[in-house]
């Protein structure tokens, strides 16, 4: 049996004349998958690192997220704590199973209650943390997977990410050349999410409405210097 899939590609296949199979066709295809060609890359981004850490800052703070640039990981905690007090948040939170949040100071603030695990919707505050930052556009890439759960990155009202400054790159590209060199060839997440800013929509009227898809708050813990 043929799924829906499978007729609407045998449609297209029958309008262009060709049956997929032709040796030049697939040759082409397998080319342009493994030489990875670049798309077009802004000069905006290509900084040397303090610069990208400058510019991805004032991008994040355009697209409406808040921004906490802290000096060590060890400050993540009460930084945390402190956002939670300042919008009158329970001191509770929800993060994912990755190693580098579990190894954060979290006994410097007794009070936070932290949770670990994928979110069903419920919970206030999700905590992940970024593969990488992009300068370019101050967007966010946070990877699928059991340490950092994707619905983390759109149920919560609020999300609060960490990212290390020696993780951000100037442009898109830059990442996906990291991504494939991480993971290997056929082997990336499920899913790679680009986050820039809050949810928002301004369908309805023009008028700008902030959670309007997913987190109505986007909190990101830059941590120190970039190499």
């Not at 993060?95 to 410097?108: C, E, Q, T």
């Amino acid at each position: 049996m043929s799924s829906s899939r499978d007729t609407v590609l045998a449609s297209v296949r029958r309008a262009l004349g060709v049956t997929s199979r032709e040796a030049p066709r697939r040759q082409e295809v397998a080319d342009r998958l493994k030489s990875h060609p670049a798309g077009v890359v802004p000069a905006r981004g290509q900084l040397p690192p303090a610069g990208r850490v400058a510019l991805f800052k004032e991008m994040a703070a355009a697209a409406a997220a808040s921004l906490d640039h802290l000096p060590s990981l060890e400050e993540v905690p009460g930084a945390i704590a402190a956002y939670l007090r300042a919008r009158n948040l329970p001191a509770t939170l929800l993060r994912g199973a990755d190693p580098r949040l579990a190894a954060l100071p979290w006994g410097r603030e007794p009070q936070l209650d932290v949770w670990i695990g994928s979110s069903d919707g419920r919970q206030l505050v999700g905590l992940s943390h970024a593969f990488a930052g992009i300068a370019e556009s101050g967007t966010l890439v946070l990877l699928s997977g059991p340490d950092n759960p994707t619905t983390l990155n759109f149920l919560p009202d609020h999300h609060l990410v960490l990212v290390e400054a020696r993780d951000v790159a100037g442009d898109y590209e830059e990442v996906w050349a990291r991504l494939r060199e991480t993971f290997g060839p056929g082997a990336l997440p499920r899913t790679v999410n680009w986050i820039t800013g809050p949810s928002r929509s301004a369908d309805i009227e023009q008028t700008l409405l902030l959670g309007a898809h997913g987190p109505r708050s986007l909190h990101i813990l830059l941590v120190g210097k970039p190499d």
